[in-house]
């Protein structure tokens, strides 16, 4: 078991507002971390896999930096859409593992 | 390049019986890992299986067990349902290696009465 903590649970932003949240997890044993989008009715979508420190990986409007040495992640969305309202997991992949160990995830919902 | 599929999407048992959930993995993938998903929680590690051996299980009891076919088809078969059983079931597909992406299917929903 793994602790990860994401954090807020949930947030309400207004169209064209940027967010961020936080995945929190144990710094020791780290391997990589994956980041999902999980919208209603849908299958989870990956966005990154982060596995140094002090990466910064960008897609469109999101983008994510990791911070191995501390134990957390940041996921940005810069000017939040509709279509980005969606549960964010993180799911760090620790060393010795082959699975990985998901968050309670950040539902986000972007208010038109 | 077809994406991963799972069948049924929902269905509805009773405590005491079995059921058995079914993942076809994205095409050339050879490692399947199964995840459950209870209300209000994140996805929890069932098992893996990779090239039709189990390679990793998490906290689950016996009563879960799995397949992987030649096709890297894969079944996760619940024996004895209890109502805690009742949750979203997801697989996810890889090429195997540790931080490679896993594609998830959309679940299988499963309600034990």
Known sequence: ????????QSLHVQ???????????????????HWYRWETAKSPEALFVMTLNGDEKKKGRISATL??????????????????????????????????????????TVIP | ETGVT????????????????????????NTVSWYQQALGQGPQF???????????????????????????SSELNVNALELDDSALYLCA??????????YFGPGTRLLVL
């Open chain 2, 93 to 102: 597909s890889s090429l195997g290696e540790d931080q490679e992406t896993q």
């Open chain 1, 15 to 33: 169209e064209g507002d940027s967010t961020n949240f936080t995945c929190s997890f144990p710094s020791s044993n780290f391997y990589a971390l």
């Open chain 2, 6 to 29: 799972q069948s049924p999407t929902h269905l509805i048992k009773t405590r005491g019986q079995q059921v058995t959930l079914r993942c076809s993995s994205q095409s050339g993938h």
């Open chain 1, 67 to 108: 911070n191995t040495k501390e134990g957390y992640s940041y996921l940005y969305i810069k000017g939040s859409q509709p279509e980005d309202s969606a549960t964010y997991l993180c799911a760090p992949f620790p060393t010795g593992a082959n699975n990985l160990f998901f968050g309670t995830g950040t539902r986000l």
């Open chain 2, 46 to 72: 069932i098992f893996q299986y990779y090239r039709e051996e189990e390679n990793g299980r998490g906290n689950f009891p016996p009563r879960f067990s799995g397949l992987q076919f030649p096709n890297y």
């Open chain 1, 1 to 8: 078991i793994l602790n990860v903590e994401q954090s807020p």
